[in-house]
């Protein structure tokens, strides 16, 4: 199965790809950044579930958002994340975290969670949970794409 770097590798073409399909709009610096980050951290979600650098990764963001939860003193987003948070240590691998609809759900949630918090920054968030649904989507085909090029290796 395709390490992390092969995962960040497939999340950086579909960022390009993306950039591809949107040339006619003309995003800041700043835009492209956040969108290249927010791919690359979609692409290494899915494997959460497991001792990775994706969960690695995983809490400490999740840390920094807590903290930044209890700053603002929004105590319901924070449960809410520390509950999130226990997930992906109950769950088997290649489970629900490699679900299209799962992660589709979860892009949304995120997106509505944040214009809930910040409602002048809702177009961001939307951009950014694309960006963040793309490179987990890319994580999963690779995924299927190795596991079909293995089983039919082994067969041969």
């Known amino acids: 199965m395709p390490g ?9 073409a579909t960022y390009l790809i993306i950039l591809q399909c ?3 709009f003309q995003p ?3 835009m492209l ?9 979609g692409s290494l979600f899915p494997d959460v579930d497991i001792k990775s650098k994706g ?10 958002t807590l903290c930044c939860f209890l700053y603002y003193n929004r105590i319901d987003l924070f449960i809410g994340l520390s509950l999130a948070v226990f997930t992906p240590l109950l769950v088997k691998h290649r489970g629900i975290f490699h679900k299209i609809w799962f992660l589709m759900l979860l892009s949304l949630v995120m ?4 214009d809930s918090f910040h409602a002048k920054n809702s177009t961001w968030a939307l951009k950014n949970a694309l960006f963040f649904l793309a490179g987990a989507l890319s994580h999963v085909l690779l995924d299927r794409v190795t596991t079909r090029l ?7």
């Open 4 to 12: 992390y770097k092969t995962h960040l590798v497939g999340g950086c």
């Open 55 to 64: 969960q690695n990764l995983f809490y400490v963001c999740a840390f920094m």
């Open 111 to 114: 997106g509505i969670i944040i």
């Open 28 to 30: 800041t610096v700043f």
């Open 22 to 24: 949107i040339k006619s």
């Open 150 to 156: 293995k089983y039919w290796f082994i067969r041969k």
């Open 33 to 41: 950044m956040q969108g290249f980050v927010f791919c690359l951290l």
